[in-house]
């Protein structure tokens, strides 16, 4: 997996995704290499790949949460809202509280019009994990989506989010974030 992180640094994504793919397969289905290997072809647009791990994953570990996510990601992606929440039922079943599900979620209701169930399921996960910006932050823009901009401006400033919170989420959200699970440059 090491080589593939060079040859990232290097630009060269052909080479990376070999790498990516060889530690994949060498590794345990439950196993980082394997999460890498799909966020990989995920930013580099070869969902089709993506959903052969996935499915792959979920077929062989039923209770391995991360494959069933990534199925609801690309469901997400491909603006197959309905699908994305039934995958995510799934999810919820076992772990009610898992937070990249949860956080996935509030996503799809938003991308749905559904405002206010996704802000009672980022103000669930902000009571659950208080410490965690990227929730505020989250809630924050749910909240001046809903037109309800003193909840909204709350998050940031009056003690939920303060700037350099704000700055950090930001941060490690965008693409070029070395904080991203794969940096890919199209």
Request: charged fraction near 30%; charge should be positive; glycine fraction near 6%.
């Amino acid at each position: 997996m090491a080589m593939g992180d060079l040859y990232l640094l290097q630009k060269d994504q052909k080479q990376a995704g070999e790498e990516f793919k060889k530690a994949a397969e060498l590794a345990p289905v439950r196993s980082i290499e394997r999460l890498k290997y799909a966020a990989f072809t995920s930013a580099t647009g070869d969902t089709g790949e993506t959903r052969r791990i996935s499915t792959e994953m979920t077929r062989q570990a039923p209770d391995y949460l991360p494959g069933w996510t990534l199925l609801a990601e690309l469901a997400f992606k491909d603006k197959k809202y309905d699908e994305a929440l039934s995958l995510l039922e799934n999810v919820f079943s076992r772990d009610p509280e898992y937070i990249d599900g949860r956080r996935l979620e509030s996503d799809v209701l938003l991308a749905k019009g559904d405002t206010k169930k996704a802000i009672e399921v980022l103000e669930r996960l902000d009571q659950t994990y208080p410490d965690v910006p990227l929730i505020k932050y989250q809630l924050a823009r749910a909240y001046l989506k809903n037109n309800n901009i003193e909840s909204g401006k709350g998050g940031v400033g009056s003690g939920h989010l303060n700037q350099s919170e704000l700055c950090r989420c930001r941060f490690c959200c965008s693409p070029r974030s070395i904080f991203a699970p794969v940096m890919v440059r199209r």
